[in-house]
């Protein structure tokens, strides 16, 4: 079965480009023209993965990626202008996985695209370094990776794909330290270029979200100018 994309955007000139891109690799796509409409659309009938511009009538990217949050941890990725990096990193805080900057390659959207995917679909897989079930368990901090669950001491943590992938990656290994380019090829894969502040804005929406369950919640550490590391329990 196909999988199917969603495009979110004011500029019919994008759509309607982006969408023939996206069909000829054998994708469904759905377009819609303001937030409204996509966000009743999406929580009507999900997709697989959504891309969002920001600046759209009747409700911005910003407000439809919270609102999506709040129900789906569909992959997303933002479209920003060149003049947007305020609106990137505050997209990257409120759980979108990807961004890219207008003007923009439609080739190298869909390498995002598909990296964002195999992503996807590979964190719901039992993973080759995982115990049998595909179970992490490291303390109070347990990941499923066949149901893309995180638990910490007992309650559920809702992480995008990327999140959980970056938690994964720390968590493997407890008291190693990872730094930034390792981080990325964990969460993106290799051969795809992303600043390292989207690295930074990942880890602490992540901190967020499990401060949300645990006030205290300090198990990932930052360690200046290296990278970052999960406490040893």
Same mark, same amino acid.
């Given at each position: 079965?196909?999988?199917?994309?969603?495009?979110?955007?004011?500029?019919?000139?994008?759509?309607?480009s982006v969408q023939m891109?996206?069909?000829?690799?054998?994708?469904?796509?759905?377009?819609?023209?303001?937030?409204?409409?996509?966000?009743?659309?999406?929580?009507?009938?999900?997709?697989?993965?959504?891309?969002?511009?920001?600046?759209?009538?009747?409700?911005?990217?910003?407000?439809?990626?919270?609102?999506?949050?709040?129900?789906?941890?569909?992959?997303?990725?933002?479209?920003?202008?060149?003049?947007?990096?305020?609106?990137?990193?505050?997209?990257?805080?409120?759980?979108?996985?990807?961004?890219?900057?207008?003007?923009?390659?439609? +080739?190298?959207?869909?390498?995002?695209? +598909?990296?964002?995917?195999?992503?996807?679909e590979a964190s719901r897989?039992?993973?080759?370094?995982?115990?049998?079930?595909?179970?992490?368990?490291?303390?109070?901090?347990?990941?499923?990776?066949?149901?893309?669950?995180?638990?910490?001491?007992?309650?559920?943590?809702?992480?995008?794909?990327t999140e959980f992938l970056?938690?994964?990656?720390?968590?493997?290994?407890?008291?190693?330290?990872?730094? +930034?380019?390792?981080?990325?090829?964990?969460?993106?894969?290799?051969?795809?270029?992303?600043?390292?502040?989207?690295?930074?804005?990942?880890?602490?929406?992540?901190?967020?979200?499990?401060?949300?369950?645990?006030?205290?919640?300090?198990?990932?550490?930052?360690?200046?100018?290296?990278?970052?590391?999960?406490?040893?329990?």
């Amino acid at each position: 079965m196909a999988q199917t994309i969603a495009l979110v955007d004011d500029d019919r000139n994008i759509l309607t480009s982006v969408q023939m891109t996206l069909e000829a690799e054998g994708y469904t796509v759905r377009t819609f023209t303001d937030g409204e409409s996509a966000l009743q659309g999406l929580m009507s009938k999900p997709a697989d993965l959504a891309v969002l511009d920001i600046k759209m009538p009747r409700m911005d990217g910003m407000e439809l990626l919270q609102r999506l949050r709040q129900r789906s941890n569909m992959p997303v990725v933002f479209l920003t202008s060149k003049d947007e990096e305020v609106d990137e990193l505050m997209g990257l805080r409120l759980g979108a996985d990807d961004y890219i900057t207008k003007p923009f390659s439609q +080739r190298l959207l869909l390498e995002r695209i +598909r990296a964002l995917l195999r992503r996807n679909e590979a964190s719901r897989a039992e993973g080759s370094g995982a115990p049998p079930g595909g179970v992490i368990a490291r303390g109070d901090l347990v990941l499923d990776e066949t149901k893309h669950t995180c638990v910490w001491k007992g309650k559920q943590v809702q992480l995008t794909v990327t999140e959980f992938l970056l938690v994964k990656a720390l968590a493997v290994r407890p008291g190693m330290v990872k730094n +930034r380019d390792q981080l990325i090829d964990a969460a993106y894969g290799e051969n795809i270029y992303v600043d390292d502040r989207t690295i930074d804005s990942h880890v602490k929406r992540i901190r967020k979200k499990f401060r949300q369950t645990d006030n205290v919640f300090d198990q990932i550490e930052t360690l200046y100018g290296i990278g970052y590391r999960y406490k040893e329990a």
